[in-house]
T-cell receptor, first 109, second 114 residues
Framework: TQLLEQSPQFLSIQEGENLTVYCNSS?????LQWYRQEPGEGPVLLVT?????EVKKLKRLTFQFGDARKDSSLHITAAQPGDTGLYLC?????????FGTGTSLTVIP | KAGVTQTPRYLIKTRGQQVTLSCSPI?????VSWYQQTPGQGLQFLFE???????NKGNFPGRFSGRQFSNSRSEMNVSTLELGDSALYLC?????????????FGQGTRLTVV
C-alpha cells in the first residue's frame, strides 16, 4: 500500500523557472523528510520537518509541513540544471519510513 | 566516516536462480532497511533489521528474506528469481530507526533477471 502520493510525477522546466512538488497522504506522520536521488546513486536527505505548519528553507528550496502533518510541499525558486533528479518525500512514523511515489525533475539549461 | 556500502553494484541472474545482496551500514548504526526501487512502483519497503532482529516487514513474498549479523552488516536473499524482480535494491542505515532520524542510503545493487 502506497501511503504517500507525490505530484507531479514528471516535471521538465527551463532553467530559472520556479516549481512546486506536492506530497499528500491520508495518514499522520511524526515527521516528514525530503530526499533527492541522482541517477546511479541512493537518495540523499535534504530536510526533515517535524512540526505541523513548519517551514524550512535551504537556499533556493523551501519545504513546508502541513498543519495536520499529513502533507508537505517542496518549492524550488529559480531552478538550475543541478537540481535535476528524483525527489522523494518520506513520512516517518514509529521506526518506519514510508516513501512517496517520487517526482522526476529535469531542468533544461 | 565511511558511508553505507552495498555489494555488488550490478548483478545479472537467470530466472529460477537465487541471489544474495550485501549491505554494510555506517559504523555504529544498528538499523538496516532494504528497499526495492522500480520505475513503475517507486521505492517499496522490504524489511528492517535492528540488532539482528527483523523489526518490520513489507508486503513481499517469502522468496525475499534477510538477516543481520552481530556487526550490523545485513544480507538480503531472493530465491527462485522472476523477471519482475529486476530492480535497484537499496539499503539504508540509521542510528535508531526512530522518527526524525535520517536514513543514509547506499548506492544500491542493480539486479537484472533474464
Amino acid at each position: 500500500t502506497q501511503l504517500l502520493e507525490q505530484s507531479p510525477q514528471f516535471l521538465s522546466i527551463q532553467e530559472g523557472e520556479n516549481l512546486t512538488v506536492y506530497c499528500n497522504s491520508s495518514s499522520v506522520f511524526s515527521s516528514l523528510q525530503w530526499y533527492r536521488q541522482e541517477p546511479g546513486e541512493g537518495p540523499v536527505l535534504l530536510v526533515t520537518v517535524v512540526t505541523g505548519g513548519e517551514v524550512k528553507k535551504l537556499k533556493r528550496l523551501t519545504f513546508q509541513f502541513g498543519d495536520a502533518r499529513k502533507d508537505s510541499s517542496l518549492h524550488i525558486t529559480a531552478a538550475q540544471p543541478g537540481d535535476t533528479g528524483l525527489y522523494l518525500c518520506a513520512g516517518v512514523t514509529g521506526n518506519q519510513f514510508y516513501f512517496g511515489t517520487g517526482t522526476s525533475l529535469t531542468v533544461i539549461p | 566516516k565511511a558511508g553505507v556500502t552495498q555489494t555488488p553494484r550490478y548483478l545479472i541472474k537467470t530466472r529460477g536462480q537465487q541471489v544474495t545482496l550485501s549491505c554494510s551500514p555506517i559504523s555504529g548504526h544498528r538499523s538496516v532497511s532494504w528497499y526495492q526501487q522500480t520505475p513503475g512502483q517507486g521505492l517499496q519497503f522490504l524489511f528492517e533489521y535492528f540488532s539482528e532482529t527483523q523489526r518490520n516487514k513489507g508486503n513481499f513474498p517469502g522468496r525475499f528474506s534477510g538477516r543481520q549479523f552481530s556487526n550490523s552488516r545485513s544480507e538480503m536473499n531472493v530465491s527462485t528469481l522472476e523477471l519482475g524482480d529486476s530492480a535497484l535494491y537499496l539499503c539504508a542505515s540509521s542510528s535508531t530507526g526512530q522518527g526524525g532520524t535520517e536514513a543514509f542510503f547506499g548506492q544500491g545493487t542493480r539486479l537484472t533477471v533474464v
